[in-house]
């Protein structure tokens, strides 16, 4: 669900390591699910984005999972580099919900040379 | 293809001054539109959303307003800003189709 008072949660990373960002949500309902980086200054771009007729996608360099059961989603990265320094928001809608994006708090990464 | 055009970038504006920012979208037809907030260091809440022209719904009580006035065009606006009105605005398009939302780059208003 939506977060907006709190401060965001940050992670540290190894260039090269992978990373994983960790995203809850509490709607059973919700459907679809976007991973957003925003880069310091600049408006969200979209990363990849997962039904929840799937448990597992992969892009390049980047794989969202998703476990409806515990209604938990995730974010990994492999081989991170410095541009990936940004903060990452999960979104989730539902058919009922007019198509609005619900947006999680967001995940500050910073990539450590 | 289609973009999102969202301006002014920067505006400083004086407590109980007027404001007006403006979203356009090309390239689609009918989009859903979207207007976000973001506080530094914080998540995105959104403020205003629009499914057709002249149809706003807001989403949290404030000192702002939102209009459609054509279909690829969204408007956010104040008749007095306050100090808690500062913030990154973002406006967004989505397809009703689709459901992923597309971002423009942003307003970072501070009112002095």
Redesign the interface.
């Known amino acids: 669900g939506?977060?907006?008072?709190?401060?965001?949660p940050t992670l540290s990373v190894q260039e090269g390591d992978n990373s994983i960002i960790n995203c809850a949500y509490s709607n059973s309902a919700s459907d679809?699910f976007?991973w957003?980086k925003q880069e310091s200054?600049?408006?969200?771009?979209?990363i990849i984005?997962i039904r929840s007729n799937m448990d597992k996608r992969q892009g390049q360099r980047v794989t969202v999972l998703l476990n409806k059961t515990v209604k938990h989603l995730s974010l990994q990265i492999a081989a991170t580099q410095p541009g990936d320094s940004a903060v990452y928001?999960c979104?989730e809608?539902s058919s009922g919900s007019?198509?609005?994006?619900?947006?999680?708090?967001?995940t500050q990464l910073t990539v450590l040379p | 293809s289609q973009t999102i055009h969202q301006w002014p970038a920067t505006l400083v504006q004086p407590v109980g001054s007027p404001l007006s920012l403006e979203c356009t979208v090309e390239g689609t037809s009918n989009p859903n539109l979207y207007w976000y907030r973001q506080a530094a260091g914080r998540g995105l809440q959104l403020l205003f959303y629009s499914v057709g022209i002249g149809q706003i719904s807001s989403e949290v009580p404030q000192n702002l307003s939102a209009s459609r006035p054509q279909d690829r065009q969204f408007i956010l606006s104040s008749k007095k800003l306050l100090l808690s009105d500062s913030g990154f605005y973002l406006c967004a398009w989505g397809d009703r189709v689709g459901t992923e939302a597309f971002f423009g780059q942003g307003t970072r208003l501070t009112v002095v």
């Open positions: 939506e977060s907006v008072g709190l401060h965001l679809y976007i957003y200054g600049k408006g969200p771009q979209f984005d928001f979104a809608t007019a198509r609005q994006l619900t947006f999680g708090s967001g």
